[in-house]
């Protein structure tokens, strides 16, 4: 297993140099951040001057998810990745955020070692906050339409609640692997959105993308459901951290600060994709790798 992150300028392997830095044969150098992570995402490729969730979003979403509450779906990521591990596979959490996921994963499997883990997000604040969490995984600020990965790296993909690029997943996947997409399901969080719209406003999840893509088929389609209780303050962070909060009128905002408690179902969407037989032009550059030099 060698994982190289790919140059965003001539995409040629990076490696690790003596001044900490990562280095392509092009003399492209990218900084490795204190924290750990490495940031590959070009300024002139950033669609706002601060890509992703906002600091108050992703500060109440860490709140939240470490409230427990959406512990039965890690339960659930958990047993799925546990199940014919490959030996020494490398594996991606595409649009890990603050790092929630890979952090009670790497903690909950040891035999998959936290160097076997590369974690990406869009936004350099998330990315900054996964990497306090000192999983040991890669970390890289980078978009999910340009994966910073060669062709072919990875045997599993996770991506929860995340944008994401089918064909660029399908690129970097190596045929008869695997990615596990979570979405909302129907059902999910409407306690909250009863108190936003006026008629039932279904969220389904993002799967267009994979669905209509040739390189991927189905193998399995899981819907996870619990009724829980919410309370104050934490009905505050579930609404910072979804998308919902900017479709709330002033007045829903502050009937829902409110609330001392919220009667709603977390339910998700869990389908898992098998990557196709079907090749991908082997990306320029991967063939010149100097293999023991990996980033």
Known sequence: MNVFYKCPVCQAALRSSDQGQLV???????DVAKQGYVNLHLAHQRRSQAP????????????????????????????????????????????????????????????????RWWGIDISKIAIRRAAQ?????????????????????????LSVF?????LEMARVLKPGGFVILVGPDAAHLDGLKAL?????????????????????ALQSATQLLKAAIIKAPEI???????????SASTEAQ?????????????????RIYRRLPIPFEWDAGKAHLDRESPA
């Open 24 to 30: 392509c044969g092009g003399l492209h150098n990218f």
């Open 196 to 216: 936003i719209y006026e008629r039932d406003q279904s969220h389904q999840g993002n799967f267009k993308p994979i669905i209509e893509s040739p390189y991927f």
């Open 254 to 270: 502050a009937s829902i600060a409110r609330l001392e408690r919220l009667e709603t179902q977390l339910a998700f969407d869990v």
């Open 162 to 166: 995340a944008p994401y690029d089918a």
């Open 133 to 157: 969490r000192l999983t040991g995984a890669h970390l890289a600020v980078s978009a999910s339409r340009a994966l910073p990965f060669f062709t072919a790296d990875f045997d599993r993909i």
């Open 236 to 246: 505050g962070d579930l609404l910072a951290m979804t998308p919902y909060y900017w």
């Open 52 to 115: 992703g969730d906002s600091p108050a979003m992703l500060a109440g979403r860490a709140r939240f998810l470490n409230a427990g509450h959406y512990d039965f779906l890690v339960d659930y990521l958990v047993t799925k990745l546990a199940r014919d591990l490959p030996v020494q596979g490398a594996f991606l959490d595409q649009g890990c955020g603050e790092g929630f996921y890979l952090d009670r994963i790497t903690r909950r499997l040891p035999q998959i070692p936290p160097a």
